[in-house]
Protein backbone atom coordinates (compact mmCIF):
# COMPACT_ATOMS: atom_id res chain seq x y z
CA UNK A 1 0.00 0.00 0.00
CA UNK A 2 1.63 3.36 -0.96
CA UNK A 3 2.73 5.80 1.93
CA UNK A 4 0.75 8.51 1.74
CA UNK A 5 -2.46 5.90 1.32
CA UNK A 6 -1.81 4.83 5.04
CA UNK A 7 -0.46 8.24 6.46
CA UNK A 8 -4.30 9.19 5.20
CA UNK A 9 -5.65 7.02 6.79
CA UNK A 10 -4.07 7.07 9.84
CA UNK A 11 -5.24 10.27 10.28
CA UNK A 12 -8.12 9.77 9.20
CA UNK A 13 -9.03 7.25 12.05
CA UNK A 14 -7.02 9.76 14.54
CA UNK A 15 -9.75 12.61 13.79
CA UNK A 16 -12.80 10.04 13.96
CA UNK A 17 -11.51 8.63 17.20
CA UNK A 18 -13.71 9.76 19.95
CA UNK A 19 -11.26 10.92 22.72
CA UNK A 20 -12.32 9.29 26.30
CA UNK A 21 -11.43 8.79 29.38
CA UNK A 22 -9.20 5.60 29.21
CA UNK A 23 -7.02 7.78 26.51
CA UNK A 24 -3.30 7.87 27.53
CA UNK A 25 -3.57 11.84 27.17
CA UNK A 26 -6.18 12.17 29.80
CA UNK A 27 -5.60 14.17 32.84
CA UNK A 28 -8.75 13.88 35.13
CA UNK A 29 -7.68 17.64 36.70
CA UNK A 30 -8.11 19.17 32.79
CA UNK A 31 -12.26 17.90 33.31
CA UNK A 32 -12.85 19.34 36.46
CA UNK A 33 -14.22 22.85 36.11
CA UNK A 34 -14.73 25.31 39.06
CA UNK A 35 -18.61 27.40 38.20
CA UNK A 36 -18.61 30.63 39.23
CA UNK A 37 -22.30 31.19 39.08
CA UNK A 38 -24.72 34.30 39.38
CA UNK A 39 -28.20 33.51 39.79
CA UNK A 40 -31.60 35.00 38.86
CA UNK A 41 -32.26 36.30 42.59
CA UNK A 42 -28.55 38.62 42.92
CA UNK A 43 -26.31 35.72 44.66
CA UNK A 44 -23.10 34.29 43.45
CA UNK A 45 -21.59 31.19 44.49
CA UNK A 46 -18.52 29.38 43.63
CA UNK A 47 -19.00 25.42 42.79
CA UNK A 48 -17.23 22.34 41.26
CA UNK A 49 -18.31 20.18 38.52
CA UNK A 50 -17.31 17.83 35.85
CA UNK A 51 -17.05 16.41 32.67
CA UNK A 52 -18.95 13.09 31.78
CA UNK A 53 -19.40 13.70 28.21
CA UNK A 54 -18.39 15.11 25.64
CA UNK A 55 -20.56 17.83 26.18
CA UNK A 56 -22.22 17.07 29.34
CA UNK A 57 -21.24 18.01 32.82
CA UNK A 58 -22.56 16.87 36.21
CA UNK A 59 -22.86 18.81 39.20
CA UNK A 60 -24.46 19.55 42.38
CA UNK A 61 -28.34 21.09 41.86
CA UNK A 62 -27.43 24.26 43.94
CA UNK A 63 -24.66 25.39 41.54
CA UNK A 64 -27.23 25.57 38.90
CA UNK A 65 -30.45 26.89 41.00
CA UNK A 66 -29.95 29.07 44.16
CA UNK A 67 -31.09 26.96 46.78
CA UNK A 68 -32.10 30.05 49.26
CA UNK A 69 -34.31 31.38 46.84
CA UNK A 70 -35.57 28.99 43.78
CA UNK A 71 -33.67 30.98 41.40
CA UNK A 72 -31.95 29.86 37.76
CA UNK A 73 -28.96 30.59 36.81
CA UNK A 74 -28.13 34.25 35.11
CA UNK A 75 -24.80 33.26 34.26
CA UNK A 76 -21.98 30.84 34.97
CA UNK A 77 -18.35 30.60 34.02
CA UNK A 78 -16.92 27.56 33.80
CA UNK A 79 -12.95 27.24 34.64
CA UNK A 80 -11.29 23.85 33.87
CA UNK A 81 -8.26 23.02 35.11
CA UNK A 82 -8.00 26.09 37.28
CA UNK A 83 -5.00 26.68 39.14
CA UNK A 84 -5.56 29.55 41.72
CA UNK A 85 -7.98 32.65 40.50
CA UNK A 86 -5.71 33.93 37.04
CA UNK A 87 -4.78 30.19 35.55
CA UNK A 88 -6.76 27.64 33.92
CA UNK A 89 -6.63 24.91 31.21
CA UNK A 90 -9.56 25.66 29.03
CA UNK A 91 -12.39 28.64 30.20
CA UNK A 92 -15.96 28.21 28.98
CA UNK A 93 -18.04 31.15 28.67
CA UNK A 94 -20.62 30.10 25.81
CA UNK A 95 -23.92 29.23 25.30
CA UNK A 96 -25.44 25.47 27.45
CA UNK A 97 -28.43 24.53 28.50
CA UNK A 98 -28.86 22.76 32.00
CA UNK A 99 -31.40 21.07 34.23
CA UNK A 100 -31.72 20.27 37.67
CA UNK A 101 -33.69 17.93 39.58
CA UNK A 102 -34.91 20.22 41.99
CA UNK A 103 -35.12 23.88 42.07
CA UNK A 104 -35.26 24.47 45.95
CA UNK A 105 -38.44 25.79 46.27
CA UNK A 106 -39.34 23.91 49.23
CA UNK A 107 -35.92 24.66 51.49
CA UNK A 108 -32.82 22.63 50.78
CA UNK A 109 -33.40 18.72 50.07
CA UNK A 110 -29.84 16.75 49.48
CA UNK A 111 -32.06 13.64 47.29
CA UNK A 112 -32.29 15.45 44.48
CA UNK A 113 -29.40 18.03 44.73
CA UNK A 114 -27.85 17.05 41.12
CA UNK A 115 -27.99 18.95 38.22
CA UNK A 116 -26.47 18.63 34.20
CA UNK A 117 -24.81 21.30 32.48
CA UNK A 118 -24.60 20.50 28.15
CA UNK A 119 -22.23 22.98 26.39
CA UNK A 120 -23.29 23.86 22.75
CA UNK A 121 -19.99 23.24 21.82
CA UNK A 122 -17.93 19.92 22.21
CA UNK A 123 -15.96 21.41 25.13
CA UNK A 124 -14.81 17.38 26.19
CA UNK A 125 -12.58 18.21 23.13
CA UNK A 126 -10.55 20.11 24.84
CA UNK A 127 -11.05 18.91 28.61
CA UNK A 128 -12.10 15.13 27.99
CA UNK A 129 -14.19 13.62 30.14
CA UNK A 130 -14.95 10.75 32.61
CA UNK A 131 -16.52 7.77 32.53
CA UNK A 132 -19.58 6.91 34.67
CA UNK A 133 -21.89 4.32 36.04
CA UNK A 134 -25.06 4.34 37.70
CA UNK A 135 -27.01 1.82 40.24
CA UNK A 136 -27.40 1.16 43.72
CA UNK A 137 -23.87 0.96 45.76
CA UNK A 138 -23.72 -2.49 46.47
CA UNK A 139 -23.60 -2.95 42.26
CA UNK A 140 -20.24 -1.21 42.42
CA UNK A 141 -17.02 -1.85 44.18
CA UNK A 142 -17.07 1.65 46.20
CA UNK A 143 -14.18 0.59 48.16
CA UNK A 144 -11.78 3.45 46.96
CA UNK A 145 -13.33 5.66 46.00
CA UNK A 146 -11.80 9.68 45.70
CA UNK A 147 -13.09 13.23 45.59
CA UNK A 148 -11.69 16.33 43.29
CA UNK A 149 -13.12 19.48 44.24
CA UNK A 150 -12.43 22.68 44.23
CA UNK A 151 -11.96 25.31 47.40
CA UNK A 152 -13.21 28.96 47.43
CA UNK A 153 -9.54 29.62 45.77
CA UNK A 154 -10.15 27.66 43.22
CA UNK A 155 -6.86 25.37 43.97
CA UNK A 156 -8.15 21.46 43.52
CA UNK A 157 -8.50 19.35 46.01
CA UNK A 158 -8.46 15.50 45.66
CA UNK A 159 -9.46 13.62 48.73
CA UNK A 160 -8.00 9.83 48.54
CA UNK A 161 -10.03 6.76 49.93
CA UNK A 162 -13.17 8.14 50.97
CA UNK A 163 -15.22 5.64 53.13
CA UNK A 164 -18.42 5.53 52.44
CA UNK A 165 -21.85 4.61 54.43
CA UNK A 166 -24.78 3.38 52.07
CA UNK A 167 -28.36 5.35 51.77
CA UNK A 168 -30.47 5.12 48.78
CA UNK A 169 -29.45 7.68 46.66
CA UNK A 170 -27.03 9.36 49.10
CA UNK A 171 -23.58 8.51 49.91
CA UNK A 172 -22.26 9.87 53.35
CA UNK A 173 -18.94 9.30 54.71
CA UNK A 174 -16.50 10.32 57.92
CA UNK A 175 -14.04 13.07 56.94
CA UNK A 176 -14.18 16.94 56.95
CA UNK A 177 -13.99 18.87 53.48
CA UNK A 178 -14.11 22.06 52.98
CA UNK A 179 -14.41 24.07 49.90
CA UNK A 180 -17.18 23.90 46.86
CA UNK A 181 -19.94 21.59 46.16
CA UNK A 182 -20.28 19.36 43.28
CA UNK A 183 -17.02 17.65 42.48
CA UNK A 184 -17.12 14.22 41.35
CA UNK A 185 -17.06 10.98 43.92
CA UNK A 186 -14.90 8.66 42.05
CA UNK A 187 -13.06 5.25 41.24
CA UNK A 188 -10.60 3.97 39.31
CA UNK A 189 -10.60 0.53 37.98
CA UNK A 190 -7.18 -1.40 37.28
CA UNK A 191 -6.96 0.16 33.91
CA UNK A 192 -6.68 2.84 35.38
CA UNK A 193 -10.32 4.55 34.13
CA UNK A 194 -11.74 6.46 36.23
CA UNK A 195 -15.46 6.69 36.55
CA UNK A 196 -17.92 9.24 38.61
CA UNK A 197 -20.23 7.80 40.65
CA UNK A 198 -21.63 10.43 42.45
CA UNK A 199 -21.19 13.95 43.19
CA UNK A 200 -20.26 16.00 46.41
CA UNK A 201 -23.25 18.38 47.33
CA UNK A 202 -22.91 19.15 50.92
CA UNK A 203 -21.57 18.15 54.65
CA UNK A 204 -23.62 17.59 57.85
CA UNK A 205 -23.51 18.57 61.02
CA UNK A 206 -19.97 17.15 62.28
CA UNK A 207 -18.75 18.22 58.44
CA UNK A 208 -18.80 14.62 57.59
CA UNK A 209 -19.55 14.30 53.51
CA UNK A 210 -22.56 13.59 52.04
CA UNK A 211 -22.72 12.69 47.80
CA UNK A 212 -25.74 12.20 45.34
CA UNK A 213 -25.53 9.09 43.37
CA UNK A 214 -25.57 9.45 39.54
CA UNK A 215 -28.92 7.61 38.75
CA UNK A 216 -29.87 6.08 35.76
CA UNK A 217 -32.90 8.71 35.19
CA UNK A 218 -30.29 11.21 35.17
CA UNK A 219 -28.06 9.85 32.51
CA UNK A 220 -30.63 8.39 30.45
CA UNK A 221 -32.02 12.31 30.34
CA UNK A 222 -28.33 13.36 29.87
CA UNK A 223 -28.24 11.08 26.61
CA UNK A 224 -31.56 12.45 25.08
CA UNK A 225 -30.50 15.94 25.72
CA UNK A 226 -27.16 15.01 23.65
CA UNK A 227 -24.36 15.43 26.19
CA UNK A 228 -22.81 12.29 24.96
CA UNK A 229 -22.78 13.43 21.06
Given at each position: ???????????????????VTY????????????????????????????????????????????????????????????????????????????????????GYN?????????????????????????????????????????????????VYD????????????????????????????????????????????????????????????????????
Amino acid sequence: MPKKLIALLLLVVLVTMPFVTYAGTFDPNHAIAYLESKFQCGCTRGGTGAMIGRRGLITAGHNLYCHNHGAGLKYCNFYFGARGANSCWYQYSGKFTYRVYDTFSNGYNAQNDIGYVVFDGPVGDQTGWFGWMTGYDDDVNMEFMNLLNYDARRHLQNVYDVGYIRSDKLLHWRGYISGTEGGPVYISSEDRQSYVVAVYITTDSSGNGIGRRLTSDVINDMKAAGAFN
